[in-house]
């Protein structure tokens, strides 16, 4: 049976806080800590809901509260359930 194709997905979080409050900081000290806390909470929201070995998360973006995963389109969907998602969004590549 094939694997499912997986693609790149943008995945934006809901309002966080935490997350408000770390990016008001603006010292290398406050920005090292913003993306430990964001890669984390969003390590821990893609282990919650999706098997292990299964997507490829490649980096966190601390200017949105978001990450790109490789995820099949079924994985994509279980993210877009989630009450701690706003929006997941397939990647777009401009030729």
């Given amino acids: 049976m094939a694997k499912p194709q997986q693609e790149v997905y943008f ?7 935490v997350y ?6 603006r010292s290398k000290q ?18 919650k809901l999706l098997p292990p070995d299964t997507y490829w998360k490649k980096s966190s973006l601390a200017i949105v509260d978001g990450f790109a995963v490789e995820i099949t ?6 993210l877009r ?3 701690e998602v706003r929006v ?8």
């Fill in 81 to 83: 359930s989630a009450k």
């Fill in 88 to 95: 997941v969004e397939k990647n777009q590549e401009l030729a």
């Fill in 11 to 17: 995945v934006f979080m809901n309002l966080d806080p």
């Fill in 30 to 47: 406050g920005s090292a800590t913003l993306d430990a806390y964001l890669s984390q909470k969003h390590d821990k929201l893609l282990a």
């Fill in 20 to 25: 408000e409050r770390l990016r008001a900081d």
């Fill in 73 to 78: 389109d079924a994985q994509a969907s279980v």
